[in-house]
Structures are given as structure tokens and as C-alpha cells.
């Protein structure tokens, strides 16, 4: 079938299906110890899609004593490499084969488009998992150059439990970019989804079983941060808290590090990333189509998301005008099970209110609303914002140095390299930063200047997967993606021998 056709299959099968909220401990689906539940809204319309397990600590203890149970028994992690590459191979190939309901899961749970998770979130999650397979057999330790009556090597060892904790953007996407290379490593697994999203990650529990991973290796507690995920990250018995969200919990994951076993914590905590357009871009219609999709896309619910927008004033006018172009036709709010629909919407009601809140503020302080800035009409059932532009704005403007994560775009007017490279680094973020120049020199002297982890010379948001993901300052310290980000859930053993 064609994406349209796969889309409005599951689009008509949506309102029929039932969805599993169940926690997944120990290779099989429980309830919360507690039996409490909470229900799973469809944002664009404020449905009730499923009820939902809520763990607490109790059940985190369950799921590591679980996870703990099966790394000590060896049967993951250490299964031969290439054994475990198969499995996850294996598992690669059902995620392939059940896209068309982890996008229907995805789209009605947290609002992105039907067409989008099927061409952009399932696809790339499949490619995760075979990366990272693939790079199994390819971890080595090393031999040290020492005297002849001596051996000297260094092992490179799993963790033991990891904790994954993941945001509701891209519930199926990040979930792949932890979870995988943790499993790769040997580690076994507990994942704390987002709340607002938590139900392909019980999809994900599920198939990874059926591609013949051990139980134990992977369990899944649904919850609320406060509750389940705190107890992840204090737990004595989990060796790495692995995270994504805001700066905030981020802060918090070392504090419950220091609280308790002095766990590793990776961190990936957001941004307000510059996107500069220089007067001598060679394209302005081209730079102007890769800034929208920079801000717009996925709703603006992008950690890496251009939301500023730099702007030199030759050529201002112009870029804003193809800009506010490029934003009417291409993202259009709409039902996000639609196939021909380009922007859903918020994950829920909070984080409209949110933006709208944040949209306001910078009305008030003497921004420029030209698009946008409201919930759009005839969608009100849902938790909708339309895509806003504003300028006019100065780099001290709230809208300009807090992440709002959603369609909002603040330009900003620069005169030369030198004072955009200065708005750029004036901020607490260093997630990702790109530039639109037909001038070499000014484009690597960009990415040396630029305090971000990320550089996109003429595209954003662009990469595969050796593409280390991952920021500087309060963006977080952790990398994803990349073989980098499989070694990051392992540790190395020095050993000495004297050989007599």
C-alpha cells in the first residue's frame, strides 16, 4: 500500500481497536501493584484512548529486580555478539511490520501526523535498531604495548540495569535511541515512557519478546515522573539513568545520582537553537522552506527546533515575506490521522495552554504577531495552535531565550557575522545551530564559533545515523544515534597480567 493508503487504513481502524496500558515486567503484561490506572487522551480531539497502568516505586522495584535477575544470569548479556545482533535485527524487521499501527498508536496518543510517523518516525526508528545491531560486533577492547612477561588488555563490559527515560515528541523515535544501544551493549532495560504518550512502548516490550530477546531483558513502566521516574533514577540497583526532557528534571536526574549509587546520567535537555540566514544565502526560497520545517515541523515540539531565527537586515524583508509563505501552505493544523494533514496537535491541553501563554507574552513585550498566535477555528476539540511568526524580536524578549516547544518563530534582525554569532551563543542552551551562506570561510568559521552540539551548513535538522545527537551548556551532556552513544552503556576493565 502507499502511505495515503496505509494512513487511512488505520485511520479507519482506530475508533475499533483496543489499546494494551498494562506495565511489562518480566517478559509479560502486569497491572500496577497499586491497580491504580490513568486514561491516555487523544489531543486532537480529547478523547479517552486507553486506560493505563500507573507504577510507582513498587512496581519500578519490579522491574528492576527483574532486569537485575536476567543481566546476572548472563542470557543477554553474554549471548554471543552476534546472537544479540540477530535478535535485534529480528526485532528491526516487526517494527517494520507493525508501522502501520505504531503510527496510529503514535498519531492518536500524542497528535503527530499519520503521514509523518510513516515516513519519518517508524522508518528511522527501524534504522536505529539495525545500526545498532550492526555495531555489536564491533565494540573491541584493547591490548596494551607493554613488556614480554606481561598481558596487558582492557574489557569493555556492559552496565548491568539502565533506566530510560523518554519525552512524548517522539514516543516511538527516542524510545529507539535509548533503548537500542542499551540493549545492544547487554544491558537489560527499564523505560519509563512520558505519560502523555506511554503506548508504543508496551508495543515495543511486546515484539521485542516475540524477536526472541530474554524476558526481563526489557520492561516498560507507565507513570508519572514524580512517581515512577524518580524512583528510576534513585533506585541503588540501576547503573545509568539515560534522559530526555526539560532542563529542570534534567538537573534533577544528577541530584537522585548523588542521592543514591552515583549512577552515570546522560542527559539531552532541550534548546532555543539559531537558525542564521546570511544576505548571501544562494537560495532564500530554499533556506526559507528548510526554517519552517526547522520550527514547524512535528509542531514545533522539536528540542533541536530553530526557533530562532536570525535574520541579516539586507535581506529581511524579503526572507520574512517567503518565510510567513512557506508557514501558510505548508503546515496547516488538521486531524492528524488524516494522510494529506501536515501539523497536528499539541501533545495535550497543558502545552497549548503553554504556547498560547508564551504567544501572549510576547505580544506584551512588543513583538510583532504576523501569523498566527491563537488556537485555530473549527478545531477546538483539540489542543491546537496555529503556526506564529513573530518579529521584531530582541534577543532579551522571553520568547527569545525560553523553549516554548511549539510552532512559535521568533525573527531576529542582525547586521553583520559577528553580531549573529554573538545573539546566537546568548543563550543557556547548545542543543543545535545551523547557517545559510554561499561563503565557505563564513561557514566554517561559523561552526568553530558557534556554541552548540549540532551544525547544519544550507539544511537543518538533517543527518544519519553515525550523526552524533547531542548538545553543549544546559542542552545536557549525553549523545544518541551514534557508536558514541552505544558506548556510553558500557564500561572498561583494566587487566594486568604477569605471565611467568
Request: aromatic share 8%; proline share 5%.
Amino acid at each position: 500500500m502507499t502511505i495515503a493508503q496505509t494512513a487511512e487504513y488505520w485511520r479507519n481502524q482506530a475508533e475499533a481497536l483496543k489499546f494494551e496500558g498494562r506495565l511489562f515486567i518480566d517478559g509479560d503484561f502486569a497491572p500496577a501493584k497499586s491497580g491504580a490506572v490513568f486514561e491516555s487522551i487523544n489531543p486532537a480531539n480529547g478523547g479517552v484512548i486507553a486506560e493505563v497502568s500507573r507504577g510507582d516505586a513498587d512496581d519500578i522495584d519490579r522491574a528492576v529486580a527483574s532486569g537485575q535477575k536476567a543481566y546476572k544470569s548472563g542470557i543477554w548479556a553474554r549471548m554471543p555478539p552476534r546472537q544479540r545482533m540477530a535478535v535485534l535485527l529480528r526485532f528491526a524487521d516487526l517494527i517494520e511490520a507493525h508501522a502501520g499501527e505504531f503510527a496510529m498508536i503514535d498519531t492518536i496518543d500524542m497528535g503527530k501526523p499519520i503521514s509523518e510517523m510513516l515516513t519519518v518516525d517508524v522508518p528511522l526508528a527501524v534504522l536505529c535498531f539495525r545500526f545498532t545491531g550492526e555495531c555489536i560486533d564491533k565494540v573491541q577492547g584493547s591490548v596494551g604495548a607493554t613488556s614480554p612477561d606481561v598481558l596487558s588488555y582492557v574489557l569493555r563490559q556492559p552496565l548491568g540495569v539502565v533506566g530510560c527515560i523518554v519525552p512524548w515528541n517522539y514516543p516511538l523515535l527516542m524510545t529507539a535511541w535509548k533503548i537500542a544501544p542499551a540493549l545492544a551493549a547487554g544491558n537489560s532495560v527499564v523505560l519509563k515512557p512520558a505519560e502523555q504518550s506511554p503506548l508504543s512502548a508496551v508495543l515495543l516490550a511486546r515484539l521485542f519478546i516475540e524477536a526472541g530477546g530474554p524476558a526481563g531483558v526489557l520492561n516498560v513502566v507507565n507513570g508519572f515522573g514524580p512517581e515512577a521516574g524518580k524512583a528510576l533514577a534513585l533506585h541503588p540497583d540501576v547503573e545509568k539513568i539515560a534522559f530526555t526532557g526539560s532542563v529542570e528534571i534534567g538537573k534533577l536526574m544528577m541530584v537522585y545520582s548523588g542521592q543514591s549509587n552515583l549512577k552515570k546520567v546522560s542527559t539531552e535537555c532541550g534548546g532555543k537553537s539559531p537558525h542564521v540566514i546570511m544576505a548571501d544565502a544562494a537560495n532564500l526560497e530554499t533556506a526559507a522552506t528548510w526554517a519552517a520545517m526547522g520550527i514547524f515541523g512535528n509542531q514545533g515540539e522539536v528540542c533541536c527546533a530553530g526557533s530562532r531565527i536570525l535574520v541579516q537586515k539586507k535581506i529581511l524583508d524579503e526572507f520574512v515575506d517567503i518565510f510567513r509563505t512557506k508557514a501558510t501552505t505548508g503546515y496547516v493544523p488538521g486531524d492528524p490521522l488524516d494522510p494529506s494533514t501536515s501539523m497536528g496537535p499539541m501533545v495535550d491541553v497543558s502545552q497549548q495552554k503553554r504556547v498560547l501563554n508564551y504567544i501572549d507574552i510576547g505580544k506584551q513585550a512588543g513583538a510583532r504577531c504576523i501569523l498566527g498566535g491563537d488556537a485555530p477555528s473549527g478545531l477546538e476539540r483539540g489542543a491546537f495552535v496555529a503556526p506564529t511568526i513573530f518579529t521584531g524580536v530582541d534577543n532579551t524578549m522571553t520568547i527569545a531565550r525560553e523553549e516554548i516547544f511549539g510552532p512559535v518563530a521568533s525573527i531576529i534582525a542582525f547586521d553583520d557575522y559577528g553580531e549573529a554569532v554573538r545573539i546566537a551563543n546568548d543563550t543557556s542552551f547548545g542543543l543545535a545551530a545551523g547557517i545559510w551562506t554561499s561563503d565557505l570561510g563564513t561557514a566554517h568559521r561559523f561552526a568553530r564559533d558557534v556554541e552548540a552540539g549540532m551544525v547544519y551548513i544550507n539544511s537543518y535538522m538533517n543527518g544519519d545515523m553515525q550523526f552524533p545527537f547531542g548538545g553543549w551548556k544546559q542542552s545536557g551532556n549525553g549523545r544518541d544515534k551514534c557508536m558514541d552513544a552505544l558506548l556510553s552503556y558500557t564500561q572498561t576493565k583494566s587487566v594486568w597480567a604477569t605471565i611467568e
